[in-house]
């Protein structure tokens, strides 16, 4: 190591660890070198895809000195440090965002120009990181912007899957799913750690044995081991020289060799076996809100923590520290349940391979680890079953069963002895067989509890969690109300309106200070800046079009509304209400007279989103909006006034030409089911509407840009429980504008009905869980309400600058702060200043 150089040496080495030039004529040099040494080739065969290559390698560099200038300051200092902990970051493309933060866009851009290309051209050849779902694996990807942005110690951990998740294809209105094997070309923005590998064990028996101070501890012995190798992504900070990290964990065979079977001749069931531990990493599992209960989705989430905390602990170790200072020197966030086996796996190593009392071990876990609920629907909490929990992690379920106990004996003696109570508070669930509730094992497990919107917040203390409120006390529970990056999702994606938007307040500060978007709000009624600005949105609307024309061939125009629903397609969703709706404004623009048609506001309705591959019902949703798409969009009588477009592959990459292009988005959640929903915010900041329900972060953004500034419709959540009882014992009622809509599906207008009976049925035989048939009639008349404020502009131009200069709120830079501030005890740790 370094310590050991000798004087001689160390100048050596500060000698040639000279900082990257950033001129052109430097970077035109970087470029070339790539493309020969990197690369391998040479001007006779570069093509975009090597020319990108060749260019983020040279971006890298300058990344990574960045790095391990934050690396090895942050060794030296050792502060203390946050660890969030998520089985998912939707990073997306990295290119364009290392280019922003660095600010070297413009030289590059010229650079790459100067060598026969141009940079909008290379931005688009790469691949979008993609291992998340949607909303939960995108927070953690604009968490981890903001910390670096911030300068806050924090690190990511995941997993390197192989696969992320699947591209969607529609072929006849279907979703077909193709595996998204993004690894395939090299990859410049992660950095292999080949020295940085842990063994994790599986199944295996649960033996007692005297450790060193003669003390008798359980062990966890025998069963399978696999390997876990690190590769490092740099998560750039903005304007900063500080450089973050999320460390992935890719899965390897053992370099052991199962001699047993060898020698029994069984080559090839030995090298399997070594293939079987490849395979652990593979697969990002498909599923958003919704559990599946497999097997290798159990030892994905122990593979990860384990190799996480053997990480975290290697670390702390170095530098001599007593156990009882870890929670001082460590924060961990767990991003839902998904990484809750670190609770009893680091009370595991405290007491079985460190020796520590239980007491001492748990006051250390439960100092440590804070968890974050994402969602308070029923089929989407974790529950394993203790048979499989025994079978491949024996210790851990023991030490779960010994946490319920000494949980429950606390609560009976300090709380309530009522039988009912500790039945329903138990992390144990009683059923056959057996289950852990990892959401109750998570709370039991740590200091902070937290919400992701203050509805939600308050759901899970009244619902939920609410014996633990009652139990712990209401301090533990707490709000901090999701975020999104103003740098990806306005500075990056939204170039029109970030130069208007800089030009207007005279800085770009706002891209690190939100609130100053305020600063908009004495321009709202100026008739030059809203023609300004209206002409930003013209240009993104578009791009959009353009894409559109491109890609699908289908032609809107973008003078027309852009009425958007962008997100995984679910029930509780409700993109199948969008479309009844879209049925029911296609039937009555074909019952008008042509003099009526001329009046309308001609709609562009685009969706976009996949559907988890097991899921049939939300399957059928994409098949129902492209069948009505292909009518719609084909029927001359309507004169272009409605269009209906199914974007394919939703992604990050897409929500970046997306986003910036909505007159109106729809985020239209039964009340109560969506615990937060991020793109309602990246909407509102670029200047959109929301129509929306009272639902998860709609409201604050309500409360934070005015009421008059937003369209709001359905019940509230509070009702929903009374309204599902009534329909229960008193039916349905199926209003006559809906009633249309049925009518039309069921009588073949857009293809045969029996496809789409399973749908339809969801609302009559199914008893309507999500309330379309309660909401309809106000979703209709708050679109009216829409198209009826689009025809005046002035009106809608002011409400669209409203919105963004209402939104500094809802910077990820604030979530993180608050995070930091009452969650992890974490202080900003500056680098190169
Ligand atoms: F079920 N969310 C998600 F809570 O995208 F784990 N996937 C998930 O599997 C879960 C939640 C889980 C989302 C919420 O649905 C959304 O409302 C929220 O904005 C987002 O997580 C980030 O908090």
Request: with cysteine.
């Given at each position: 190591t370094r310590e050991e150089l000798d004087e001689k040496a160390k100048s050596?080495?500060?000698?040639?660890?000279?900082?990257?030039?950033?001129?052109?004529?430097?970077?035109?040099?970087?470029?070339?070198?790539?493309?020969?040494?990197?690369?391998?080739?040479?001007?006779?065969?570069?093509?975009?895809?090597?020319?990108?290559?060749?260019?983020?390698?040279?971006?890298?560099?300058r990344l990574l000195e960045d790095w391990n200038c934050t690396q090895e300051a942050l060794h030296k200092e050792n502060p203390k440090r946050c660890y969030y902990m998520s089985m998912e970051f939707l990073i997306g493309r990295a290119l364009d965002n290392a280019l922003n933060c660095l600010k070297v866009k413009k030289n590059y851009k010229e650079s790459v120009n100067n060598l026969g290309f141009s940079l909008e051209d290379l931005l688009v050849e790469e691949k979008d990181a993609a291992l998340g779902n949607g909303g939960l694996g995108r927070l953690a990807a604009c968490y981890m912007d903001s910390t670096a942005t911030l300068d806050y110690p924090t690190w990511g951990y995941g997993l390197r899957y192989q696969y992320g998740i699947f591209k969607q294809i529609i072929k006849d209105g279907y979703q077909n799913e193709m595996p998204d094997y993004w690894l395939n070309f090299d990859n410049p923005w992660e950095f292999p750690r080949t020295d940085i590998r842990y063994e994790v064990r599986f199944h295996g028996y649960v033996a007692t044995k005297m450790n060193e101070k003669g003390e008798s501890r359980m062990s966890w012995e025998g069963g399978d081991k696999v390997q876990a190798m690190a590769y490092d992504v740099p998560i750039p900070g903005f304007d900063t020289k500080g450089c973050g990290n999320i460390r992935l964990w890719s899965s390897k065979p053992l370099n052991t060799f199962d001699f047993d079977s060898f020698n029994a001749g069984d080559y090839e069931r030995s090298v399997s076996e070594q293939t079987n531990a490849q395979n652990l990493t593979s697969v990002l599992y498909p599923n958003d809100n919704h559990l599946v209960g497999k097997e290798l989705r159990l030892k994905q989430e122990y593979f990860f923590v384990s190799a996480s905390l053997q990480d975290i602990i290697h670390r702390f170790k170095r530098a001599k520290c007593p156990w009882k200072d870890f929670p001082d020197k460590v924060a961990v966030q767990m991003n839902d349940t998904h990484p809750t086996l670190a609770v009893p796996e680091l009370q595991r190593i405290l007491v079985d391979v460190e020796g520590l009392e239980w007491d001492d071990a748990w006051d250390i876990v439960t100092r440590t680890f804070a968890f974050t609920n994402h969602t308070v629907l029923p089929e989407a909490l974790e529950c394993w079953s203790v048979p499989m929990m025994e079978k491949i992690l024996p210790r851990h379920m023991q030490i779960i069963y010994d946490i319920n106990l000494f949980f429950l004996q606390k609560v009976e003696r300090d709380f309530s002895p009522d039988r009912e109570l500790l039945k329903r508070i138990s992390i144990i669930e009683e059923t056959s067989p057996q289950q852990v509730r990892m959401a109750y094992l998570a709370v039991v497990g740590s200091h902070t509890v937290n919400g992701v919107a203050a509805l939600h917040s308050d759901l899970i203390r009244k619902n939920l969690f609410n014996d633990f409120v009652k139990y712990y006390g209401p301090e533990k529970f707490i709000n901090i109300t999701n975020g999104i990056t103003p740098r990806r999702w306005l500075y990056q994606s939204n170039p029109a309106l970030r130069d208007l938007i800089t030009k207007t307040l005279g800085s770009e500060d706002w891209a690190t200070h939100l609130d100053l978007l305020q600063g908009l709000k004495k321009y709202a009624d100026d008739a030059a800046f809203q023609d300004a600005w209206a002409d930003v949105k013209l240009q993104n609307k578009k791009r959009l079009a353009d894409w559109i024309k491109t890609n699908?061939?289908?032609?809107?125009?973008?003078?027309?509304?852009?009425?958007?629903?962008?997100?995984?397609?679910?029930?509780?969703?409700?993109?199948?209400?969008?479309?009844?709706?879209?049925?029911?404004?296609?039937?009555?623009?074909?019952?008008?007279?042509?003099?009526?048609?001329?009046?309308?506001?001609?709609?562009?309705?685009?969706?976009?989103?996949?559907?988890?591959?097991?899921?049939?019902?939300?399957?059928?949703?994409?098949?129902?909006?492209?069948?009505?798409?292909?009518?719609?969009?084909?029927?001359?009588?309507?004169?272009?006034?409605?269009?209906?477009?199914?974007?394919?592959?939703?992604?990050?990459?897409?929500?970046?030409?997306?986003?910036?292009?909505?007159?109106?988005?729809?985020?239209?959640?039964?009340?109560?089911?969506?615990?937060?929903?991020?793109?309602?915010?990246?909407?509102?900041?670029?200047?959109?509407?929301?129509?929306?329900?009272?639902?998860?972060?709609?409201?604050?953004?309500?409360?934070?840009?005015?009421?008059?500034?937003?369209?709001?419709?359905?019940?509230?959540?509070?009702?929903?429980?009374?309204?599902?009882?009534?329909?229960?014992?008193?039916?349905?009622?199926?209003?006559?504008?809906?009633?249309?809509?049925?009518?039309?599906?069921?009588?073949?207008?857009?293809?045969?009905?029996?496809?789409?009976?399973?749908?339809?049925?969801?609302?009559?035989?199914?008893?309507?869980?999500?309330?379309?048939?309660?909401?309809?009639?106000?979703?209709?008349?708050?679109?009216?309400?829409?198209?009826?404020?689009?025809?005046?502009?002035?009106?809608?131009?002011?409400?669209?600058?409203?919105?963004?200069?209402?939104?500094?709120?809802?910077?990820?830079?604030?979530?993180?702060?608050?995070?930091?501030?009452?969650?992890?005890?974490?202080?900003?740790?500056?680098?190169?200043?």
């Open positions: 050596n080495w500060k000698k040639h660890m000279l900082p990257e030039k950033n001129d052109t004529d430097s970077i035109e040099q970087d470029i070339v070198h790539h493309t020969i040494t990197t690369l391998c080739r040479g001007v006779y065969n570069i093509d975009k895809l090597a020319m990108y290559q060749a260019t983020a390698h040279s971006v890298r560099d699908m061939n289908i032609t809107v125009n973008p003078h027309a509304l852009f009425d958007i629903q962008v997100k995984r397609i679910h029930e509780y969703k409700r993109q199948f209400m969008n479309i009844l709706s879209v049925i029911y404004r296609y039937k009555s623009l074909k019952k008008m007279s042509a003099e009526d048609l001329e009046q309308q506001v001609p709609r562009v309705v685009i969706f976009g989103g996949k559907a988890a591959p097991g899921y049939y019902i939300a399957k059928l949703v994409i098949k129902l909006i492209n069948s009505a798409a292909d009518v719609i969009n084909n029927d001359v009588s309507i004169k272009d006034m409605l269009k209906v477009v199914f974007i394919p592959d939703y992604n990050v990459s897409l929500a970046e030409i997306i986003v910036p292009a909505s007159d109106i988005s729809q985020h239209i959640s039964t009340a109560g089911t969506e615990a937060s929903g991020t793109s309602n915010m990246k909407f509102v900041l670029n200047g959109g509407l929301i129509l929306g329900t009272v639902d998860g972060a709609n409201i604050e953004i309500c409360e934070q840009i005015g009421k008059e500034n937003i369209f709001m419709f359905g019940v509230l959540a509070d009702a929903v429980d009374d309204i599902r009882h009534n329909q229960k014992y008193h039916g349905l009622f199926i209003d006559a504008s809906l009633q249309v809509v049925i009518d039309a599906i069921q009588g073949g207008e857009f293809g045969d009905p029996s496809v789409f009976g399973p749908l339809i049925n969801t609302l009559t035989y199914g008893g309507d869980y999500y309330l379309i048939s309660t909401d309809f009639k106000s979703y209709l008349q708050e679109h009216t309400v829409v198209d009826d404020t689009f025809r005046d502009r002035a009106v809608w131009n002011k409400k669209s600058i409203m919105c963004t200069a209402g939104m500094g709120f809802f910077s990820s830079d604030r979530a993180v702060r608050t995070y930091a501030e009452k969650i992890w005890k974490l202080k900003p740790f500056k680098v190169g200043v």
